[in-house]
């Protein structure tokens, strides 16, 4: 199974004889032992087997187990949302303390996580320009400084991370990269390929596809030595008194990182997906590639249209010829990127909110990558309280519009954005 196309469908799941062929949903809580003591070796580690949900479930382990060989990982797991993965890559590795890096370009939610609600717990966000050089980084870089974080294609300003640089970066000062590859999907970008450590991903994006279940997903590559630097991260190379005084990176080697993730964080915090939605993730799974391709194919068309078009004042779109990420883009991407087009109208912010009420089929929805064409004004919705001058300063212009582009016939897609122009 050495195609991405045959591991989405075949990967994870892997029925034996007289099984059910579609992954079964294990919509239980709990599992049954017949003594007590074949109950006590899974709490002594001395045995593996499922016992409670919270930390182990058969359906979200066969998804995770799928996504994991779709990356190129080692181990994985899932979260109930994007939100929660990209925590629990972060905290895993950093305690109280500490800080790591983080490219400013990200994701709103994840910049308020990491900026506001991850400092309250004693651990600083040190934010970098991904237009920065090496030097200017390095001079951010501190004794505690733990892991650096970026996004494989920003979410909204769709710029392109450049991880095979990054990676030699965090690595030259001992450090992981953690990727959110959620744009790009392991169907477009394999990050780990280019020397990143751990991949997160909001499930609820393509890979779910449908707009159907949040969630959120962690792969660790298992190519991180944390004991190299057993120092720097006592969360893996000491004793956890909380769990059995195992040192993960010891007894787990490769799994370390996940088996913490999992025995410990998941432990506490319990943010893990009902078995349901994780039987909608793998369905959306094992049509991931053939969606992505058109997803890509209609986007281009889409910024072709929008660039040629005298009503639109600029287009990012990093497949685009001529924009300023698209040699990463070719890199890093070369089946395409995303369905996620920026673009501004002429007019500023009333003239993309016209634009946006007179959209038919394209909706309006706090939502991206889904089959469905839906846009989004930042400055109007997940931005609404900042003023002009705010949003240049977080780097979103005032009249950013996302289009997420759907899987829908191209004219048609076309000729809704056309008659939304007035043309
Ligand atoms: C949506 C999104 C998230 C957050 O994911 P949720 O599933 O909404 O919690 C994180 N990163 C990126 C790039 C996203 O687009």
Redesign the pocket.
């Known amino acids: 199974m050495s195609h991405i196309e045959t591991q989405c469908i075949h990967e994870g799941w892997k029925p034996a004889q007289g099984e059910p062929r579609q992954l079964p949903i294990y919509q239980s809580t709990t599992f049954k032992y017949d003594t007590s003591d074949a109950m006590g070796k899974l709490f002594d580690l001395e045995a593996e087997g499922y016992f409670y949900t919270r930390l182990q479930n058969p359906t979200n382990d066969a998804v995770a187990a799928k996504i994991t060989a779709m990356e190129g990982g080692y181990a994985g797991m899932l979260t109930s949302?994007?939100?929660?993965?990209?925590f629990y890559a972060v905290f895993n590795i950093c305690e109280c303390g500490d800080s790591f890096l983080a490219s400013s370009s990200?994701?709103g939610?994840?910049f308020n996580l990491f900026g506001t609600t991850m400092k309250k717990m004693g651990i600083e966000c040190i934010f970098y320009d991904q237009s920065m050089t090496d030097e200017e980084i390095e001079a951010l870089m501190k004794p505690n400084t733990k892991c650096m974080f970026g996004?494989t294609?920003?979410?909204p300003t769709v710029g392109i991370f450049d991880i095979e640089r990054f990676a030699k970066l965090a690595h030259k000062h001992g450090m992981p990269l953690i990727i959110?590859n959620?744009?790009a999907t392991p169907i477009n970008c394999r990050p780990i390929e280019w020397g990143a450590d751990i991949v997160?991903?909001?499930?609820?994006?393509y890979m779910d596809g449908h707009a159907t279940a949040?969630?959120?997903a962690i792969i660790d590559s298992g190519n991180f030595d944390w004991m190299a630097y057993a120092d720097r991260f006592p969360g893996l190379t000491t004793p956890d008194e909380s769990y059995h005084g195992i040192t993960y990176a010891a007894k787990f080697g490769k799994a370390a990182y996940i088996t913490k993730a999992t025995s410990q964080l998941m432990r506490d915090f319990g943010s893990i997906p009902s078995p349901q939605n994780s039987f909608y993730l793998n369905l959306g799974l094992e049509s991931l590639h053939v969606r992505m391709e058109r997803h890509c194919s209609n986007a281009l068309a889409v910024a072709k249209f929008l660039k040629d078009n005298e009503k639109v004042a600029w287009v990012h779109y990093a497949d685009l010829e001529g924009d300023e990420y698209h040699d990463l883009a070719k890199k890093y991407c070369p089946k395409g990127t995303c369905g996620v087009v920026a673009f501004g109208i002429k007019g500023g912010r009333q003239a993309s909110i016209e634009f946006m009420d007179k959209l038919q089929f394209a909706s309006i929805v706090t939502h991206?990558?889904d089959a469905k064409t839906c846009l989004l004004h930042p400055a109007s919705h997940t931005h609404r309280q900042m003023t002009d001058e705010q949003l240049i300063e977080a780097g979103v212009a005032p009249d950013l519009i996302r289009l997420s582009v759907g899987i829908e016939n191209i004219d048609d897609i076309i000729n809704d954005l056309k008659q939304a122009l007035g043309q």
Do not use: L, R
């Open positions: 949302s994007g939100q929660a993965a990209n990200i994701y939610g994840t996004e294609i920003t979410n959110d959620t744009f997160t991903h909001s499930t609820t994006k949040v969630g959120g991206v990558a």
